[in-house]
């Protein structure tokens, strides 16, 4: 009975841990969020019996991701879906795109939702999800190396954008040379026409000043 409890609640944590990976993977793939969408419209219920080891598991298609769990929902008498399969078939269909591979595995249900399951599936294939997952961290750019003549034709326009930048530095130096010279002339004229200035006043003053004694 112990060893019963025990291998219920690590059942519970590993369906934890799959189900965050599940809800991420439908933020990061648009793909399979299309994939989910009419089985999450629809509440499909799948149970999913595995053999080697003995488990079974309920999937619970929903707005909110596709809930597991190691018993059928409360609301509901019976699954939609049901796949019987080993372990290792699951495995085989989940990590590649194959469809041979997951026809392979055993579901009876109605025709339809049995074959919405087969897209999930087959759109489930960690190869595109990784690779979506390197372009969401990568900002959504698939980069890849650039060529030599892709780097030449950098390097080249690198090269015109600094001599451009050259040329617009000595326009500017030439420019601020010549505002220099412009205010220094300014500055001599100003000191030149305040000593004619003051000079003239000086001349009408005394020339004033004479007349009155005169």
């Known amino acids: 009975m112990k060893r019963s409890t025990l291998s219920h609640s690590f059942l519970n944590i590993i369906l934890v841990f799959i189900e965050s990976a599940l809800t991420l993977l439908l933020r990061l793939d648009p793909e399979l969020r299309k994939a989910a969408y009419p089985l999450a419209k629809q509440g499909t219920v799948v149970a999913l019996r595995l053999y080697l080891p003995h488990v079974e598991v309920f999937a619970t298609f929903s707005t909110k991701g596709v809930l597991l769990d190691a018993e059928l929902p409360i609301d509901r008498s019976e699954s939609d879906v049901i796949i019987n ?17 997951t026809e392979k595995l055993q579901m009876r249900g ?45 390097k080249d326009s690198y090269k ?6 050259q040329t617009q530095i000595n326009t500017l130096t030439i420019k601020n040379r010549e505002l220099e010279i412009t205010v220094k002339e300014l500055q001599s004229k100003q000191k030149t026409l305040i000593i004619v200035t003051v000079s003239a006043l000086v001349i009408m003053i005394a020339a004033i000043i004479v007349l009155l004694m005169n």
């Open 110 to 154: 109605e025709s339809v939702q049995v074959q919405l399951v087969k897209q999930f599936i087959m759109q489930l294939g960690l190869g595109s999800l990784i690779q979506g997952l390197i372009k969401k961290i990568k900002g959504g750019k698939g980069k890849t190396k650039p060529t030599e003549a892709e780097m030449a034709d950098k």
């Open 85 to 101: 399969a080993y372990s290792i078939q699951v495995i085989n269909a989940i990590t590649t795109h194959d469809s041979e591979t």
């Open 160 to 165: 015109l954008r600094i001599k451009e930048q």
